[in-house]
Nanobody, 118 residues
């Protein structure tokens, strides 16, 4: 199983970015995709996750109303649309996959750096 995260970069406060997580080699029919982040000097935190059913979504309070998680089950790709970005969103973002949702994550991708700065 491989996960490939992409889409990070430098953005000004208030801007937007969309992260992608391409998942390959998964044998599960039903699995969740999660996004996590780790800022310098801080512990990793869960940001958002999504299962297979339409209502299976979770957001940490700090991103509710700003971030939108989605997935394309045909392409086996997860997305994290990040809007109204703040400097405190600066972190390395990781995606992960696991089954069943939301019990935990077995596979992790490499991180993609998001920097929010003017």
């Amino acid at each position: 199983v491989q996960l490939q995260a992409s889409g990070g970069g430098l953005v000004q406060p208030g801007g937007s970015l969309r992260l992608s997580c391409a998942v390959s080699g998964v044998a599960w029919d039903d699995y969740g995709i999660g996004w996590f982040r780790q800022a310098p000097g801080k512990e990793r935190e869960g940001v958002a996750s999504i299962g297979m059913r339409p209502g299976d979504k979770y957001y940490v309070d700090s991103v509710k109303g700003r971030f939108i998680i989605s997935r394309d089950t045909v392409k086996n790709t997860g997305y994290l649309q990040m809007n109204s970005l703040k400097p405190e969103d600066t972190a390395v973002y990781y995606c992960a996959a696991g089954s069943p949702w939301p019990s935990g994550y077995d596979y992790w991708g490499q991180g993609t750096l998001v920097t929010v700065s003017s």
